[in-house]
């Protein structure tokens, strides 16, 4: 079991960031509802998407995993990432996330 999951689908796009300017950080704040991540532990249990704004701040390497269910082999990668709140979370990215997107970063 995990608190917290990352939903990244063919809309997501990740991209450096090398400065947010103010009007950069208003348009982003109209079409979503940030949460630090110091606040993370507050939507533990409840149902639903938690948005997250943050940098990422360490790649971990690929590595594999077997399935007990079914013995199959998964692939995963961790990245840390960490917030305005200075809170830094650990999400792990599985199978082509970890390998196509993960590899980006």
Avoid: H
Wanted: charged share 30%; proline share 1%.
């Amino acid at each position: 079991n995990n608190d917290y999951e990352m939903y990244l689908d063919g809309k997501c796009e990740i991209e450096l960031c090398s400065d947010v300017d103010q009007s950069s950080a208003q348009k982003m704040q109209r079409a979503y509802e940030f949460c630090t991540i110091d606040r993370l532990p507050s939507k533990i249990g409840v149902r639903g998407n938690v948005d997250v704004v943050a940098i990422v701040k360490e790649v971990g390497e690929v590595s594999t995993i077997r399935r007990k269910s079914d013995n199959s082999e998964l692939t995963k990668r961790e990245i840390t990432i960490v917030d305005e709140s200075a809170k830094t979370v650990v999400l792990t990215l599985w199978n082509t996330l970890a390998t196509e997107q993960g590899e980006k970063l």
